[in-house]
């Protein structure tokens, strides 16, 4: 499993550089991994999904990976810009699991200008 | 757009008190959830419920936990006697269906001071 501390690990970008923030997940019947952004003082927004079927997914200037061989999760923000600056959370769901979803630790993402 | 409400954005209260956390869900959303967040740290699940009962709990979620859908609009948190482990903040969201979790939408929080 994941460890929870009081210190979010950290990424210093410059604007305009590429962000890429990791995520392992624990379980392997998870079918349905969502990347959240988390700004000071709101609740979680949803940026955005893969399912367990799917490899790659694109956004707008976000790309998600998912490798489930190594249960690890992705998220790359091309042209890094000061509103990306949050906390990230990949979360993860599982089918019969009353709909919840399973939050990592969150990773600080800071876009230095 | 719509979003989901939160009321209060700050409770302050005494250990041992009782206190309700409100939440207005998205009209048309069908799941209603909590989640709890203690600072600095990961986004928590606490219950999920649909269909006036509750489809799946935490083990956070012991017999001081309530919820409750008292009107077609609100979905509240009860907490019935808060201890100092229960300050952070809570976040309501809600869904239109269980099919798709990435549309859980959340709330702005309440955050909850116990001392």
């Known amino acids: 499993g994941e460890s929870v501390g009081l210190h979010l690990p950290t990424l210093s970008v410059q604007e305009g550089d590429n962000s890429i923030i990791n995520c392992a997940y624990s379980n392997s019947a998870s079918d349905y991994f969502i990347w959240y952004k988390q700004e000071s003082g709101k609740g979680p927004q949803f940026i955005i999904d893969i399912r367990s079927n799917m490899d790659k997914r694109q956004g707008q200037r976000v790309t998600v990976l998912l490798n489930k061989t190594v249960k690890h999760l992705s998220l790359q923000i091309a042209a890094t810009q000061p509103g990306d600056s949050a906390v990230y959370f990949c979360?993860?769901?599982?089918?019969?699991?009353?709909?919840?979803?399973?939050f990592g630790t969150g990773t600080q993402l800071k876009v230095e200008l | 757009e719509p979003e989901v409400t939160q009321t209060p954005s700050h409770q302050v209260t005494q250990m041992g008190q009782e206190v309700i956390l409100r939440c207005v869900p998205i009209s048309n959303h069908l799941y209603f959830y909590w989640y709890r967040q203690i600072l600095g740290q990961k986004v928590e699940f606490l219950v999920s419920f649909y269909n006036n009962e509750i489809s799946e709990k935490s083990e956070i979620f012991d017999d001081q936990f309530s919820v409750e859908r008292p009107d077609g609009s609100n979905f509240t948190l009860k907490i019935r006697s808060t201890k100092l482990e229960d300050s952070a903040m809570y976040f309501c969201?809600?869904?239109?269906?269980?099919?798709?979790?990435?549309?859980?939408?959340f709330g702005p929080g309440t955050r909850l001071t116990v001392l």
């Open positions: 979360a993860e769901w599982f089918p019969g699991g009353g709909n919840k979803l399973t």
């Open positions: 969201a809600s869904s239109v269906s269980s099919g798709s979790p990435g549309e859980q939408f």
